[in-house]
């Protein structure tokens, strides 16, 4: 099975389950420990993950503002069946001791695996990394929280647990430019964020042009990554990552959406990418791609079924 894409793919960023946060821990732990191995000096820093109230602290540091050095190249789904047990789980995660170390420990590893190679190219003092990964922390804890609590939640308290996590949100954010102390800057990690559920995908990219005896340069990488993120955000495709998730959910037909919504994408990508890649590497982006369609399929029924509804299937 390829690295789960859990942050920002599908409903996963909002509705953690456990189940997925597992798969994705052990494998972000055994990849961050093998980059360790290589490479000492690389490693992400260990830097604890405070509630989202220490975006509000009294005299947050600012990042200096300097010239910014060149760019660095950039297990199973439980079976169904046991979905109403596993939302109890979920939900009773947060207010769990030993379930919230976990879960702010995964948010953690979750800063380290989307943003490290953006924070490189800030060139931050040590205080200023630190305090901009407990930022993008407490946005993530906050997903994770609120995403809990909406588990089993009735559709009203679900609204107003969407309208707390936009506002949650757009709180950090604030922070997070007020920290960045330049609009160039802010524009850049805006983008960077906007992109990162491509950026997670050139791994499995990578693995199967591998396969193929397919060599990608990091241009091609760049190209590849702007070409699915226009088919992501120029599609019609609804929006399962952010605080409208379950509304979307609970509208019925999700899975005849979704495929309706990733044929065209992909229709639109094939273009793009025929432009750019030969032949072969466009059959192995769209095998990728029917990878991709599969494990988002997965979750998404899952994530359903925990919130109440019913395979379209029975």
């Not at 990728?288 to 379209?312: A, C």
């Amino acid at each position: 099975m390829k690295t789960p894409y859990v942050i920002g793919l599908v409903v996963a960023a909002v509705l953690v389950t456990v189940a997925i946060e597992e798969t994705r821990m052990s494998r972000l732990k055994s990849g961050l420990a093998a980059a360790s191995d290589a490479s000492r000096s690389t490693a992400p820093a260990e830097t604890s993950v405070p509630s989202p109230a220490v975006a509000d602290s009294a005299d947050p540091p600012l990042k200096t503002k300097r010239e910014r050095p060149d760019p660095v190249p950039a297990e199973e789904p439980k079976e169904e069946g046991d979905d109403d047990s596993m939302a109890r789980t979920v939900r009773k995660m947060w207010e769990n001791p030993a379930g919230k170390a976990m879960m702010n420990q995964g948010a953690k590893f979750a800063v380290a695996m989307l943003y490290d190679d953006f924070i490189k190219t800030l060139n931050l003092t040590t205080e200023e990394a630190d305090y901009f990964k407990q930022l993008l922390g407490a946005e993530i804890s906050a997903q994770q929280e609120l995403g809990m609590k909406m588990m089993g939640a009735s559709p009203e308290d679900r609204a107003k647990l969407a309208e707390e996590l936009k506002a949650k949100g757009e709180e950090n954010d604030e922070a997070i430019r007020k920290f960045l102390n330049d609009e160039e800057d802010y524009q850049a990690f805006s983008d960077y964020k906007a992109r990162a559920p491509e950026r997670q995908q050139l791994e499995g990219l990578r693995a199967t042009m591998q396969a193929k005896g397919i060599a990608m340069e990091p241009e091609t990488e760049t190209k590849l990554v702007e070409a699915m993120f226009m088919a992501r955000t120029e599609s019609d495709a609804p929006d399962y990552s952010g605080p409208n998730a379950f509304a979307e959910l609970a509208k019925g037909d999700v899975e005849a959406t979704f495929e309706e919504n990733w044929a065209k994408q992909d229709e639109r990508l094939m273009k793009e990418v025929s432009g750019f890649l030969d032949p072969a590497g466009v059959e192995a982006v769209r095998e990728f791609r029917g990878q991709m369609k599969e494990m988002q399929m997965m979750s998404l029924k899952m994530v359903r079924k925990m919130m109440g509804g019913k395979d379209e299937t029975e």
